[in-house]
């Protein structure tokens, strides 16, 4: 197995595999999620030779740690010695700073991957921006040296869209600069085979720069409630993620209560959310994408 491709099954396995509970610290996400899922991706073949914390735990590489890089003995995941040997070839010195990476990686032909890995609480609908401009600046550094980099941030807490808007253009800037970037949330309801990230938004129809922006003109299925009386947009299923794997993380949009676009409706609000809900999850277990849904709740898959 090459770094590349160890990259690409290792970006799938991130965004989809299933994020133990009680992810309460950094080092739980790190040692208890992305570093098992490392190695469980490289499998035993040793094309793809991986370095990362010992968390105090003494470990060794038998007989050594120069043959078991030879391919002779067994390699320890976790190992002291590696752990720090490979910090001669796996750091970043630049502008009068030494910068480490969380895991490593190297592969017979030379080529190098990076990973940082970062778990930060979501406050008022906003991750910490000290955080979070840290861990991209980690992933840039190390996308001078390194061959590839995936950045992995799990994140508690409900965000706010409205920090949302330029996603998709940082997310392309990284992919141009070897930079796969993962979030994931740490607090999903668990639904089958999917883990369910439910996000409230004040409307679906917002304002930015001057301009109206509608969360279901994306791809993904909108909810719309009707009636002999109105017909307003309450819930969004975001992308198709979820329909083609059967599994992993899945985004759905709901209008928040107190939102000003119930207008006449907001009486029977808390009602028609619990209606949403459970129409969610016929849209999701039985792939339902158009048509009456459940009650008054209408679905039209958007692609």
């Given amino acids: ?23 309460s610290t950094e080092m739980q996400f ?7 899922l490392a190695y469980e991706t490289a499998g035993t073949e040793r094309d793809v030779q991986l370095f990362s914390h010992p968390w105090g735990v ?27 040997n490979s910090k001669a070839w796996a750091s970043v010195d630049a502008f009068g700073t030494h910068n480490n990476f969380d895991l490593v990686g190297k592969g017979k032909d030379g080529a190098m ?22 861990f991209f600046g980690q992933c840039a550094l190390a996308s001078s040296k390194f061959d590839f980099v995936i950045g992995i941030c799990g994140y508690q807490g ?20 070897k930079i796969d970037l993962i979030f994931r949330s740490t607090t ?37 409630y009707r009636d002999a009386s109105a017909d307003i947009p309450v819930g969004f299923i975001n992308g198709y993620e979820w329909l083609h794997e059967k599994r992993g993380p899945c985004k759905i949009y709901i209008l928040d209560l107190e939102s000003s676009d119930w207008h ?40």
């Fill in 158 to 177: 409900t965000l706010n869209p409205k920090y949302d808007q330029d996603t998709d253009q940082l997310t392309q800037w990284a992919k141009g600069h």
């Fill in 1 to 23: 197995m090459t770094i590349s491709i160890f990259r690409d099954k290792f970006v799938t396995e991130l965004r989809l595999a299933k994020i133990p509970g009680n992810m």
């Fill in 30 to 36: 790190e040692r208890d999620f992305v570093i098992p």
């Fill in 113 to 134: 991957v990076a990973v940082e890995i970062k778990l930060v609480k979501v406050k008022e609908g906003r991750m910490p921006n000290g955080e979070i401009q840290r």
């Fill in 58 to 84: 003494k470990k060794s590489c038998e007989p050594d740690c120069e043959s078991a890089l030879k391919g002779i003995g067994h390699r320890e995941p976790g190992c002291n010695k590696c752990w720090a």
């Fill in 264 to 303: 006449e409706l907001l009486l029977k609000a808390k009602q028609i959310l619990a209606e949403v809900k459970e129409a969610s999850y016929e849209v999701i277990g039985r792939q339902l994408l158009r048509d009456r849904i459940k009650d008054n709740i209408y679905a039209l898959a958007n692609a």
């Fill in 188 to 224: 999903a309801e668990k639904f089958g085979n999917y883990e369910i990230e439910w996000i409230t938004i004040p409307s679906f129809r917002e304002h930015h720069y001057g301009k109206e922006f509608h969360y279901y003109d994306s791809h993904g299925v909108i909810l719309s």
